[in-house]
């Protein structure tokens, strides 16, 4: 293989697959690039598409600090893909963690934008319909009444 080939390899593929998810088909990463410089971060377009595909693992730790503000995700998620790529026989990382469904993804990008006030009144809803729900009945067929 020679230098060029292993320069290209992929060594952080689910990185790099996280990273796509998280800034979705509709934002560019001139824009993302954009958005960390606002930080006085700088990252090429090139780059960034180099983490995307998994052919570079070892971004700066003031990047991922930046990727996780403009993404609205925990530092932490964004270490922990990176070190499951680079350390996959580790005990700590037999387990997978799923990336955010688009939907999921919708739902905490809105709840972000709340006041912490609307924000805790978001949480307590969500605590009193999974309560309902826990102590409702289940509907069987035989349950329903006929019309």
Same mark, same amino acid.
């Given at each position: 293989m020679s230098r060029q080939q292993a320069e290209r390899a992929v060594v952080a593929p689910k990185?790099?697959?996280?990273? &796509? &998810?998280?800034?979705?088909s509709h934002t560019s990463r001139g824009v993302i690039c954009s958005k960390l410089a606002r930080f006085g971060l700088a990252l090429d377009r090139s780059t960034l598409l180099q983490y995307e595909r998994g052919t570079v693992a070892s971004p700066s730790p003031t990047i991922l600090w930046g990727?996780?503000?403009?993404y609205r995700v925990p530092l932490n998620d964004l270490v922990l893909a990176l070190l499951r790529d680079l350390s996959p026989k580790h005990p700590?990382?037999? +387990? *997978?963690?799923? @990336?955010l469904t688009?939907?999921?993804?919708?739902i905490a990008e809105l709840s972000m934008a709340l006041s912490p006030k609307a924000r805790?009144?978001?949480? &307590?809803?969500?605590?009193?319909?999974?309560? *309902?729900?826990? +102590?409702? @009945?289940?509907? &069987?067929r035989n349950?329903? @009444?006929a019309l």
């Open positions: 990185f790099g697959a996280l990273l &796509t &998810t998280l800034r979705g990727l996780a503000q403009i700590a990382f037999r +387990h *997978e963690v799923d @990336p688009a939907e999921q993804r919708m805790q009144a978001l949480v &307590t809803l969500l605590e009193v319909l999974l309560a *309902e729900k826990a +102590h409702a @009945p289940a509907l &069987t349950s329903v @009444p």
